[in-house]
């Protein structure tokens, strides 16, 4: 294993009934005003709203709202959330919400403590300093946003979608109730459930020597989600099934799976996956089970064992040699999204294929990526060709 060092500091409280303690976290620090964020109508059907708001009066905290983070979180609300606060100081924002909501929160916490524009954080022009502290009640498991200091936003004007990262972006409590994620629609829970493959996957597929500890902890994530995703299809209220999916996130992506490897795994699924929710706003779990396969695909000749590895310990792959292992775990990968009624092509997309050189362009933006193998914009067009 290499070197390494891995330091959380979000305090997860887990398990049902748990959301009313958001208000207990806040006034222990003393906190008497926030910036409530939110998406949609979901909080306010499954009743995350009411406990939220709730708890907060009853414990005299003050709260301004911003609603309408969407599904692929854009620097227009982010710059409206860094505005609210600008006008209306508050002591720290609780996003309450799914991955979107508490990416949105961060890139607004270190944007209100900025003098500029937020986006010269994602460009890297500028550096984040400093932001409010963020007390997020999570009601859609996936990104692990909740318990990592990763935010993900699009800026449509300029065609990107990019990412910034700092120690002062971890929530410093997230409350994660299993529960009122049962209402989900199915959808979500299947896009999610292949987010969290993903996160896992990006660093088994990204060919660390001596990391097998790691390894095998990321193979069982991934068999628990073979197993718990169907599950959820068929019963969407297994409180069992939902809180082991709800758990699972929150390690896929919260560091611990990097520790021994290269720290930041390769992730040239998601990059390629960014451009699609960019562009046509595809679901990012859609997204992924479209090019992951494709990536790996274009890969794994040259690079047989990380994939050879995965099907023999996933799938029970054997008797082959190392490059027909790879390819046969790569199909079973791809066969399973299927099963869950993913698109795994850009043809289900509804994609033209006249926009391969489109999707190409704008993903070579920020090439080379990758560190399996460094991907030229050669190599993404032709990826993006395999898609099809």
């Not at 959301?19 to 926030?34: D, E, F, H, N, P």
């Not at 994602?122 to 318990?147: D, K, M, Q």
Request: glycine share 8%; charged share 20%.
């Amino acid at each position: 294993m290499k070197n390494f060092m891995w330091w959380n500091p979000t305090i997860v409280i887990f398990g049902e009934g748990t959301i009313s303690q958001i208000a207990v976290q806040l006034s222990a620090v003393g906190a008497k005003s926030v910036l409530l964020l939110y998406g949609g109508k979901a909080i306010f059907k499954n009743g995350v709203y009411t406990q939220v708001t709730d708890a907060l009066n009853e414990n005299k905290i003050a709260f301004v709202e911003l609603g309408g983070v969407k599904s692929n979180p854009r620097v227009d609300k982010v710059r409206e959330g860094v505005a609210r606060i600008k006008a209306a100081s508050v002591d720290a924002i609780v996003p309450v919400g799914g991955g979107s909501v508490f990416d949105s929160a961060k890139a607004i916490a270190a944007g209100a403590l900025y003098k500029g524009d937020v986006w010269d954080l994602f460009e890297g022009t500028a550096a984040i300093e400093s932001a409010l502290p963020i007390y997020g009640v999570l009601t859609a498991s996936a990104t692990s946003s909740e318990v990592n200091n990763i935010a993900v936003v699009s800026n449509p004007e300029q065609d990107k979608k990019t990412s910034i990262t700092s120690p002062y972006l971890f929530p410093r409590v997230s409350i994660i109730d299993p529960s009122v994620q049962a209402s989900m629609p199915e959808s979500q829970t299947v896009n999610g459930g292949i987010d969290i493959m993903a996160h896992v996957l990006e660093r088994l597929f990204d060919g660390a020597e001596g990391a097998e500890l790691i390894d095998e902890q990321g193979y069982a994530i991934i068999k628990s989600m073979i197993r718990i995703i169907p599950a959820l299809r068929e019963s969407p209220d297994d409180y069992v099934a939902r809180s082991q999916y709800a758990w699972a996130a929150s390690l896929g992506h919260n560091g611990s799976m990097s520790c021994g490897r290269d720290p930041r795994g390769d992730f040239s699924s998601h990059k390629l996956g960014h451009s699609l929710s960019l562009i046509y706003d595809t679901p990012h779990g859609a997204s992924l089970s479209v090019m992951m396969p494709a990536w790996a695909r274009y890969l794994y000749r040259d690079h047989p064992t990380p994939f050879a590895r995965f099907a023999e310990s996933v799938f029970d792959i054997r008797g082959k040699d190392e490059e027909d292992r790879a390819a046969a775990g790569i199909d079973e990968l791809e066969r399973f999204f299927r099963s869950l009624g993913a698109p795994t092509t850009l043809r289900e997309l509804n994609i033209p294929e006249s926009d391969i050189d489109r999707l190409a362009k704008n993903a070579s933006i920020f090439a080379p990526f990758g560190v399996l193998q460094s991907l030229t914009s050669e190599d993404i067009l032709e990826i993006y060709k395999l898609a099809y």
